[in-house]
């Protein structure tokens, strides 16, 4: 099967702009879970969504929004971008077995000039 | 709270045991992770333990979970220089639809 696939792995943005992430899950994985990762702030939880529901939330402003389409693809957006938004935004998918284990792809660098 | 614990750094010579420790906070966890990321990488999964568990062998991996103080630890025989990375704990609290909690992560380094 191939892996959590996240496009694009690279992005430079400046401030004030917004941004689309996209993450493909591994065939048959319906859960999409979205991090941030910053040297700071290390890993933290975005979003979660599951047959095209967000399911839960973190602690992130407004700016930072998500969805989920039918064939479990999932975007996440950023408006008005800062410059503390730059960081590795990660996606992980999970096939919804008892172990709730999550796979997680490259990751995609935002840079914010 | 949501706080996940480890120390930031060990560094050990080629060939021996590294042992990486961390502190989880919800004893109602399931399930806990361990995590390793390579440089400019993802994460990958390295193994996991059920919570009803004490030990959980890999190959050359050995997960130990002390249930009642919350600690877990992640042993790595015969440490190679490819095993260099950081190395993630994570759980996910009971309700937390996916939700990860990661510690800091350790820094592994390997020194010949």
């Known amino acids: 099967k191939a892996g959590v696939t996240q496009t694009p792995r690279y992005l430079i943005k400046t401030r004030g702009q917004q941004v689309t992430l996209s993450c493909s899950p591994i065939?048959?994985?319906?859960?999409v879970s979205w991090y941030q990762q910053t040297p700071g702030q290390g890993l933290q939880f975005l979003f979660e969504y599951f047959s095209e529901t967000q399911r839960n939330k973190g602690n992130f402003p407004g700016r930072f929004s998500g969805r989920q389409f039918s064939n479990s693809r999932s975007e996440m957006n950023v408006s008005t971008l800062e410059l503390g938004d730059s960081a590795l935004y990660l996606c992980?998918?999970?096939?919804?077995?008892?172990?709730?284990?999550?796979?997680f792809g490259p990751g995609t660098r935002l840079t914010v000039l | 709270g949501e706080d996940v614990e480890q120390s930031l750094f060990l560094s050990v010579r080629e060939g021996d045991s590294s042992v990486i420790n961390c502190t989880y906070t919800d004893s109602s966890s399931t399930y806990l992770y361990w995590y390793k990321q390579e440089p400019g990488a993802g994460l990958q999964l390295l193994t996991y333990?059920?919570?009803?568990?004490d030990m959980k062998q890999d190959q050359r991996l050995t997960v130990l979970l002390n249930k009642k103080d919350k600690h877990l630890s992640l042993r790595i025989a015969d440490t190679q220089t490819g095993d260099s990375a950081i190395y993630f704990c994570?759980?996910?609290?009971?309700?937390?639809?996916?939700?990860?909690?990661f510690g800091a992560g350790t820094r592994l380094a390997v020194h010949p």
């Open positions: 065939s048959g994985h319906r859960s």
């Open positions: 992980a998918t999970t096939d919804g077995s008892s172990t709730d284990t999550q796979y």
């Open positions: 333990i059920f919570s009803n568990m």
């Open positions: 994570a759980e996910i609290p009971p309700g937390g639809y996916n939700k990860l909690i």
